[in-house]
């Protein structure tokens, strides 16, 4: 797991009380410089999964303070190594409470909050993964298929609605959608206009593959919902990790803009449900990814709202999931 470097300014008596309560975390180093009118800034060196608990202790103490804050910055290496402490077999030790394999809760936030920004270039994104989406549909080419899906934009905006059920960030969560639905409108009509304007033949492999679900789709759909939630929650490039979520979401979403486009409603109805289907099989795993990940706010009131939110989206997104499937398993035995 990668470093976090720690750093806060408080007065001289918060800083001594800070270097007591730090003694029942685990950090790789600790130091405190003094600074003018009695002032202290404080540095923590420790490994990125133990700085959440250490984020909550500092931001529940010191600061809720006028004037305080804690900046967290990310470490790329720091000479002498940390090695790793030596296991001694014959003394056994006290079980230690483990700390969750992920980044902290205000960083993983933060990124996420950003990747959800509805920008300009957010939507230049869209429709650029769109228009290259498009070609490689038509022309029946992987490569450029697979060029379009390592664009992702659409990974931002479905991992930040998880995010905000997981927390209960009203808040994130109205970002997040309009962010989603501007990008899923822009990327509709503009692959219908380019359906309209090329002779778009559905029975190229690329596009047939794509206007029918199947249970792999379904499988392929989740993974993809619970890779890009744990991209972030591990630090992983979430550019890798969003080429598994476009491969879900974009390609069959421009698939239908063509074959509506061109003419062909029925297939193109086809094209929609396998978009429907990924769309909430991304969303039910990311939901669950952060769930099982341990993702919770701070306090009490928000732990409960955020709990009510989580079972809300998850009962939604299994009746969504449930009432799509059997629709498609009922028109595919009309």
């Given amino acids: 797991m990668a470093l976090r470097l720690i750093e806060m300014v408080v007065q001289e008596k918060d800083g001594e009380e800070i270097r007591e309560l730090l003694k029942e975390h685990k950090v790789l180093d600790h130091r405190h410089l003094r600074l003018p009118d009695g002032e202290v800034l404080v540095r923590i060196l420790l490994e990125a999964e133990q700085s959440e608990a250490v984020l909550d202790l500092l931001g529940e103490r010191y600061a809720s303070k006028e004037g305080n804050r804690v900046v967290i910055l990310a470490v790329e290496a720091t000479l002498p190594r940390d090695e790793p402490e030596p296991v001694d077999s014959a003394e056994p030790s006290a079980p230690e409470e483990k700390s969750p394999e992920r980044i902290g809760r205000e960083e993983l936030y933060e990124d996420i909050k950003d990747a959800a ?83 778009v033949d559905p029975a190229t492999p690329e596009v047939a593959s794509r206007n029918a679900v ?21 630090g992983v490039s979430a550019t890798l990790i969003g080429v598994m979520v476009a491969v879900a979401l974009l390609p069959p979403l421009v698939t239908f803009g063509l074959l509506l486009g061109g003419g062909y409603p029925a297939m193109a ?48 997104w299994v009746t969504l999931l449930a009432a799509l499937s059997g629709m498609i398993l009922w028109l595919g035995k009309t």
Wanted: glycine share 10%; aromatic share 6%.
């Fill in 214 to 234: 199947g249970m792999g789709d379904i499988a392929v759909a989740l993974a993809s919902g619970a890779a890009g939630a744990l991209a972030f929650t591990t």
């Fill in 269 to 316: 109805m086809g094209a929609l449900s396998l978009f429907l289907m990924n769309l909430i099989c991304v969303n039910l795993a990311g939901v669950t990814t952060f769930l099982v990940q341990g993702i919770r706010p701070t306090t009490w009131w928000e732990k409960d709202r955020a709990s009510k939110a989580m079972r809300i989206a998850i009962g939604m």
């Fill in 117 to 199: 920004r509805c920008s300009r270039v957010y939507l230049t994104m869209v429709v650029l993964s769109t228009i290259v989406a498009a070609v490689g549909l038509y022309y029946n080419s992987v490569a450029i298929i697979i060029g379009a899906m390592v664009i992702a934009p659409l990974l931002g905006p479905n991992v930040a609605l998880s995010l905000s059920t997981a927390l209960g960030d009203l808040a994130l969560l109205r970002h997040a959608l309009l962010t989603a639905l501007t990008g899923i409108a822009t990327t509709m009509v503009l692959s219908v206009i380019i359906g309209v304007l090329l002779n």
